[in-house]
């Protein structure tokens, strides 16, 4: 299990342990080949450090970016899920726009037909009016009434 280390602490450390090794090295008259070979390993650790260090900015790196990655997926899928709701609203205005029409071309056309037939009555009607208007036809079977008419027309 990895435990996060504070870099300057680490380094700090590192610092430490190289002049008590000095210090010791002095004190102590250990061999300039140990020196130097603790001095490998500390460069070896301090190297290390800087690499995990290095990592660390790196993953921070791609972590940022799959995180706009996820971001403009989401965005996308907004903005998808918007324009089909749009989409599917003027499909259905302009359906409804069409039926509309319809209804109202079937209405206009029984209007139409219902006008032409009126027509057709009433010229029916005028040409009954001036032709079967007479004053023959008015009296057929009213004897009385045709002679009141023709002393009516003899006196004008």
């Known amino acids: 299990m990895r435990r996060n280390v504070n ?6 450390c590192l610092n430490r342990i190289v002049n008590y090794i000095i210090m010791e090295s002095w004190m102590c008259r250990i061999s300039i080949q140990r020196c130097m070979l603790l001095d490998r390993s500390i460069s070896f650790l301090k190297n290390a450090a800087l690499k995990s260090l290095e990592y660390k900015k790196q993953l921070l790196i791609v972590q940022n970016q799959q995180a706009d990655l996820t971001t403009f997926e989401s965005n996308i899928e907004l903005f998808k899920d918007s324009f089909l709701k749009t989409y599917g609203n003027a ?13 109202a071309i079937s209405q206009l056309t029984k209007i139409k037909e219902a006008l032409q037939l009126s027509d057709k009555h009433l010229n029916a009607a005028n040409n009954k009016l001036t032709t079967d208007l007479t004053i023959k036809r008015l009296t057929k079977n009213a004897d009385s009434v045709y002679d009141k008419l023709i002393e009516i027309r003899g006196n004008q």
């Open 91 to 103: 499909v259905k205005k302009h359906q409804e726009a069409i039926d509309g029409i319809d209804k």
């Open 7 to 12: 870099m300057p602490f680490l380094f700090q």
